[in-house]
């Protein structure tokens, strides 16, 4: 396998935290780990650069980790939170003179070319504009970045389903669900490191409670879950004084080896 490194770019929900115009506790808290930007992650290895979901954040983001390459994008879905950032990627499509792959269903595809249709084509229409390739992701199926492999699976989220992916068979990356499958609990059981969404404490019809999230996390029998995704009513080291510890809460600039 190849050893890999995931970073948390963002652990929040789509208002992000501090959320405007609310004055919680938790939006003004001074503990960083409370502090989450829109839910994305950096996967690296010692030649594959890949962003899981490309935030409102992005800009942000990468200026942080100070990311200077990048190979692929893969999208779990593309609500606003997790695509809009999309734009932001021309400058390696600049740098590099080549379109950037972009991974998704065939839905999240098509989402992508309504939104962006000036990036994705043959020949942007100014040198400045990002450029995409689009490439289809069977669901259910496998595919490769680089030296990563992936494997897909598929959760409810509302009305819609949403790709969860198991890469290098190493980590579980499932966010944005109010449900884990069954068939998708055996695909990830017993996987190294869970990355599973964990809202806040009451019901949510598109999210998983963390109540629901340490259920789910007990039957995959990860080992280690980190939960993110998570709103401001959830405030870090209080919540996570009362997990099981081998449940976590993930915040912004976290970094796994892997």
Not at 58 to 73: E, I, Y
Not at 111 to 122: E, N, S
Not at 168 to 192: I, M, N, Q, S
Request: charged share 20%.
């Amino acid at each position: 396998m190849t050893a890999m490194r995931i970073t948390f770019l963002g652990t929040g929900t789509s208002h992000g935290i501090p959320m405007i115009g609310c004055a919680c506790a938790v939006c003004r808290s001074p503990d960083p780990r409370n502090q989450r930007l829109r839910p994305s992650i950096l996967i690296e290895t010692a030649t594959t650069t890949v962003l899981v979901d490309a935030t409102p954040d992005f800009r942000t983001q990468a200026l942080r980790v100070g990311l200077r390459k990048l190979d692929a994008v893969v999208l779990t879905h593309t609500h606003a939170d997790h695509v809009l950032g999309l734009d932001d990627l021309r400058v390696f499509t600049q740098a590099s003179g080549r379109p950037m792959p972009i991974y998704g269903s065939a839905e999240s595809l098509a989402d992508v070319q309504r939104i962006f249709a000036y990036a994705c084509t043959d020949k942007p229409k100014w040198p400045t504009l990002p450029c995409f390739e689009l490439r289809a992701i069977p669901v259910g199926g496998d595919f490769a970045v680089g030296d990563l492999s992936w494997a897909t699976v598929e959760l409810p989220h509302g009305r819609m389903n949403v790709l969860g992916f198991v890469v290098d068979g190493k980590l579980a990356y499932l966010t944005d669900c109010h449900a884990v499958p069954a068939a998708v609990v055996e695909r990830v059981r017993g996987v190294p490191v869970l990355v599973l969404d964990g809202l806040r404490y009451r019901p949510h019809p598109t999210h998983l409670t963390i109540e629901q999230s340490v259920a789910v996390a007990g039957v995959v029998g990860a080992g280690q879950t980190w939960l993110t995704h998570l709103c401001h009513e959830v405030e870090h080291a209080a919540a996570e004084d009362a997990l099981p510890a081998q449940v976590r809460i993930a915040y912004d600039g976290l970094a796994l080896d892997l």
